[in-house]
Nanobody, 114 residues
Framework: QVQLVESGGGLVQPGGSLRLSCAASGGFFSIYKMGWYRQAPGKQRELVATISRGSNTNYADSVNGRFTISRDNAKRTVYLQMNSLKPEEPAVYCC????????WGQGTQVTVSS
């Protein structure tokens, strides 16, 4: 059974940084595209970034240049480095396997506040 477990969320001031992790268990990992999504209260879930099996990356325009997605196949983990966080970016950040996503994690809360 595939499980995705996110960690690394928390409270950060505007302009600050956080690094999210998503650890995968069950099934294969290295052959799948992985992605990070976020959902703010009252808003639809949106794609943040994806990384292919070959480590090709894709970002939402709103985070391009500030966020970096990466993966460590040996650790079965995908990361999201978030820099220069903005006040409008608090959300639950979830990782997902495959495209379109077939499996989701429970998410980790990111709060941006001074």
């Amino acid at each position: 059974q595939v499980q995705l477990v996110e960690s690394g969320g928390g409270l950060v001031q505007p302009g600050g940084s956080l690094r999210l992790s998503c650890a995968a268990s069950g099934g294969f990992f290295s052959i799948y595209k992985m992605g990070w999504y976020r959902q703010a209260p009252g808003k639809q879930r949106e794609l943040v970034a994806t990384i292919s099996r070959g480590s090709n990356t894709n970002y939402a325009d709103s985070v391009n240049g500030r966020f970096t997605i990466s993966r460590d196949n040996a650790k079965r983990t995908v990361y999201l480095q978030m820099n220069s966080l903005k006040p409008e970016e608090p959300a639950v950040y979830c990782c997902a396997r495959d495209d379109p996503p077939q499996y989701w994690g429970q998410g980790t809360q990111v709060t941006v506040s001074s």
